[in-house]
């Protein structure tokens, strides 16, 4: 899969997870939704071109990573998701924070085990997991047809889903309830038909 598969899968889980367990204040909010597609990409931090590497400063250490281990090893198992969980738990962090952080990387791991190389999910193992035999897997060419109608659901899903969890959080403050109304008042039961009927 591509970067902005990975990313709008992590936005979009990150807003899943913010309908299902509101946060207290848009800080946290925003905090899960950016940290969410942040987290979504980190795992290709083992590849020097993928969109997170070529960032200043994400650069040098993509280059110190990809070094040590191979694209889709050591940052795409179970043992990485373990390393990131704990540091957030132990850093404090907000339960729905270190949820949202963990799910996004975990989902990068789960979409690239639909692709033909497969991902080292039981690393130091040096086993391939792929879900997908070759003629019916995902290709990460950038003009994958499967790759566009996954960006297009992600991207959709994850609009409506942040949206949802921020105008919910507009209820609570005085000033901004209006918007929270307008949106369960308007455009709510438009959605639920429109989703529903698919």
């Known amino acids: 899969m591509n970067g902005k598969v990975h990313g709008s899968a992590g936005i979009c889980l990150s807003g899943y997870l913010l309908v299902q367990y509101p946060p207290d204040s848009f800080v946290v909010a925003t905090a899960s939704i950016v940290g969410g597609a942040f987290f979504a990409l980190l795992c290709d931090i ?20 990809s070094v040590l281990f191979k694209h889709r090893g050591f940052t795409h198992s179970l043992f990485a998701v373990a390393l990131i969980f704990f540091y957030l738990r132990y850093s404090h962090f907000k ?35 792929a879900l997908l035999p070759n003629l019916l897997s995902v290709s990460s060419q950038p003009y994958s047809i499967i790759q566009n109608i996954l960006f297009i659901v992600f991207q959709t899903l994850g609009t409506i ?31 639920t038909l429109i989703l529903g009927g698919i």
């Not at 270190?98 to 791991?109: A, C, K």
């Not at 949802?164 to 959605?191: N, R, S």
């Open 161 to 191: 889903f942040c949206l949802h969890a921020l105008f919910t959080l507009c209820l609570q403050v005085g000033e901004l309830k209006f918007l929270g109304d307008i949106w369960y008042h308007f455009i709510v039961p438009y959605l």
């Open 95 to 129: 339960p729905i924070i270190i949820w949202t952080w963990v799910g996004t990387f975990l989902s990068h791991i789960i979409l690239d085990m639909f692709n033909e190389e497969g991902v080292q999910l039981f690393w130091p193992l040096p086993y391939r997991i």
């Open 46 to 65: 083992d590849h020097r071109r993928s969109s997170l590497s070529l960032q200043p400063g994400m650069n040098i250490l993509s280059k110190f990573i």
